[in-house]
């Protein structure tokens, strides 16, 4: 509250220089900013547990440099504020330069920004649109995951899997954990290996393209021949 007494006390005393009309507009900017970096969530490793228990999540990755990163912030704050108040979603930033960047290292991210959602256990890459618009009504389709202590929020399949999964020694749990991570890793890196192909086939494409244009003009010399047309043509008309 401090600072946006200390920002409308500095436009007040400009209202003799400034005229009124501005002065309004600058004042609801002013305080649209301070309030949604008010409702701004910022999570770090220590703050995760406590902060997602129980809700679905959509959370932007971010580094402070990164320009993508602040041409979102606008839209990503406001959506921070619209969900403020929600028990079931939670929307928040992660820094992965400052505080957040074990936690980035933790989940996997790879740059900037990096937004995932769904359970807090189980984060999803999203790929969809940066827009405000498009990024509400994702969020408002999110719903909390099973809660396998309590078996809140779990479908009856949810309830087979787990009872199947309760089977398994301690030790089978983590070997899962481990292929799942080292099966997302591979279909990362095939992903990466098959643009690689398709970057140098493009390149390869290109430098063909521009070695037959040049070909095509050297053969042609179509400049010349354009202005040789043009010349016999002016002196018919004479």
Same mark, same amino acid.
């Given at each position: ?19 009124? @009309? ?23 490793? &220590? ?15 971010? #580094? ?30 992660? &820094? ?16 900037? @920004?990096?937004?995932?959602? %769904? ?21 408002? %389709?999110?719903? @909390? ?35 799942? #991570? ?57």
């Amino acid at each position: 509250m401090i600072g946006i007494n200390r920002c409308v006390n500095f436009l007040n005393k400009r209202n003799g220089t400034i005229s009124f @009309p501005i002065i309004h507009k600058m004042k609801s900017v002013v305080f649209a900013i301070l309030i949604a970096s008010a409702n701004a969530i910022e999570l770090t490793k &220590d703050t995760w547990e406590e902060k997602t228990a129980g809700k679905a999540v959509f959370v932007k990755f971010f #580094a402070p440099w990164c320009g993508h990163c602040k041409r979102m912030k606008p839209a990503w704050d406001s959506l921070m504020t619209d969900f403020a108040d929600s028990e079931s979603v939670l929307v928040a930033d992660v &820094d992965c330069i400052e505080a957040g960047k074990s936690l980035c290292e933790k989940v996997g991210v790879k740059g900037f @920004p990096t937004i995932k959602y %769904g359970d807090p256990d189980d984060l999803q890459d999203y790929a969809g649109s940066r827009e405000k618009a498009e990024l509400n009504k994702f969020a408002d %389709g999110l719903k @909390p995951g099973c809660i396998v202590d309590t078996l809140e929020n779990c479908s009856d399949e949810h309830k087979k899997i787990l009872e199947e999964l309760k089977q398994k020694k301690i030790e089978d749990l983590r070997v899962l954990v481990l292929a799942e #991570a080292k099966e997302r890793e591979q279909a990362h890196t095939d992903f990466k290996t098959e643009v690689d192909k398709l970057q140098n086939a493009f390149e390869e494409l290109s430098k063909k393209k521009e070695s037959t244009l040049e070909d095509v003009k050297s053969r042609y010399n179509v400049g010349f021949v354009k202005q040789l047309i043009k010349l016999s043509e002016n002196k018919s008309d004479l």
